[in-house]
T-cell receptor, first 110, second 117 residues
Framework: QKEVEQNSGPLSVPEGAIASLNCTYS??????FFWYRQYSGKSPELIMF??SNGDKEDGRFTAQLNKASQYVSLLIRDSQPSDSATYLC??????????WGAGTKLIIKP | GAVVSQHPSRVICKSGTSVKIECRSL??????MFWYRQFPKQSLMLMAT?????????EQGVEKDKFLINHASLTLSTLTVTSAHPEDSSFYIC?????????????FGPGTRLTVL
């Protein structure tokens, strides 16, 4: 079992709809979780981070964390074509290294 | 804030030569920097963790004599790919963390695309 798992996609969502990206992790002791966006040929860009159970909202983005079920998700409301990218889920280890999921490719269709 | 730069952004070299990549934190002091490699359509692969003033910690399977890392100051880390070969062609990305509680967040440089002919 991989430490951080994501569906590789592609996930295709109509413009204006809600895109839902999911991630599960294996280490129950994990405390910090991150969502990065990566455009093709570019480096990752931090979108959201979440440390506590529940929802965290920032603009069109909402991160959701459920430690009991060991999953973290990212919702993108009012999806735009510019949101088309690969979304990487990352979980922080105690030595500050990140464990990365393989990424979900999101395609927003105009 | 938390801007990380890399230089060069793109480099093409001949097989057998060495290439140095610089990673700088522009507006903060980075206690820890990480070096990643990413092949096409694959996720990030951590190569090494670099702490200022100490030797880098390499991940399993990464040759420390081939990928030399120097972290001489709190704002600069360098990765030197020695005797590069075509299989070393990849996208190399560094990241940097702040100290204290903010060390949980990694800020990434724009990456360096290395092509070895």
């Amino acid at each position: 079992q991989k430490e951080v798992e994501q569906n590789s996609g592609p996930l295709s969502v109509p413009e204006g709809a809600i895109a839902s990206l999911n991630c599960t992790y294996s280490d129950r002791g994990s405390q910090s979780f991150f969502w990065y966006r990566q455009y093709s040929g570019k480096s990752p860009e931090l979108i959201m981070f979440i440390y506590s159970n529940g929802d965290k909202e920032d603009g069109r983005f909402t991160a959701q964390l459920n430690k009991a079920s060991q999953y973290v998700s990212l919702l993108i409301r009012d999806s735009q074509p510019s949101d088309s990218a690969t979304y990487l889920c990352a979980v922080l280890k105690s030595n500050y290294q990140l464990i990365w999921g393989a990424g979900t490719k999101l395609i927003i269709k105009p | 804030g938390a801007v990380v730069s890399q230089h060069p952004s793109r480099v093409i070299c001949k097989s057998g030569t060495s290439v140095k990549i610089e990673c700088r934190s522009l507006d903060f002091q980075a206690t820890t920097m990480f070096w990643y490699r990413q092949f096409p359509k694959q996720s990030l692969m951590l190569m090494a963790t670099s702490n200022e003033g100490s030797k880098a910690t390499y991940e399993q399977g990464v040759e420390k004599d081939k990928f030399l890392i120097n972290h001489a100051s709190l704002t600069l880390s360098t990765l030197t790919v020695t005797s590069a070969h075509p299989e070393d062609s990849s996208f190399y990305i560094c990241s940097a963390t702040l100290s204290g509680a903010s060390a949980r967040m990694q800020f990434f440089g724009p990456g360096t695309r290395l092509t070895v002919l």
